[in-house]
């Protein structure tokens, strides 16, 4: 299946931005229109942090692992997911680019490794529905950050 992948531009640095995203405990926080349940694992931040979730997306509901398996500060955190038993595999990158003084593009590319037979046979309405569930994480992502900021980093 071919990837979706999502941006929004915003006016915070990749290093504020990075320094967000990086604490996996903050994704709750933009994501739980359709990631719910948060069971949290390993450290709090950077590579290993890790959080079960329960995903409500086209009308399933399915328990996801998400780990973080690279962290480059302040560029780029890719989360490896794993569903469905097994059967589904994903990376969910966050690429974190400069634009000018002061802002940023923050785009989240969801790529699926493996998918089960049904998510293949239904491909344009999951990655349809997967576009529409994190175009609302991206705005979501958006305030989060600029209340992030306004509470001094808190």
């Known amino acids: 299946?071919?990837?979706?992948t999502v941006a929004i531009d915003v006016p915070h640095t990749p290093a504020q931005i990075y320094d967000f995203l990086?604490?996996?405990?903050?994704?709750?926080?933009?994501?739980?229109?359709?990631?719910?349940?948060?069971?949290?694992?390993?450290?709090?931040r950077g590579t290993g942090a890790c959080a079960t979730v329960t995903a409500a997306l086209g009308g399933t509901r399915t328990d996801v692992t998400i780990e973080v398996v690279e962290a480059e500060a302040p560029r780029r955190i890719v989360e490896r997911n794993v569903s469905a038993g097994g059967r589904r595999r994903a990376h969910?990158?966050?690429?974190?680019?400069p634009l000018e003084t002061g802002r940023s593009r923050v785009s989240f590319t969801y790529a699926w490794l493996r998918a089960p037979l049904a998510d293949r046979l239904l491909a344009p309405f999951v990655r349809g529905a997967?576009?529409?569930?994190n175009r609302t994480v991206m705005r979501r992502l958006?305030?989060?950050?600029?209340?992030?900021?306004?509470?001094?980093?808190?």
């Open 130 to 133: 997967m576009r529409n569930a």
């Open 22 to 44: 990086d604490v996996m405990a903050h994704h709750e926080r933009f994501t739980d229109h359709y990631l719910t349940n948060w069971r949290y694992s390993g450290p709090g």
């Open 142 to 154: 958006a305030e989060e950050l600029a209340r992030h900021a306004a509470g001094g980093g808190s």
């Open 92 to 97: 969910g990158t966050y690429t974190i680019e």
């Open 1 to 4: 299946m071919r990837p979706v």
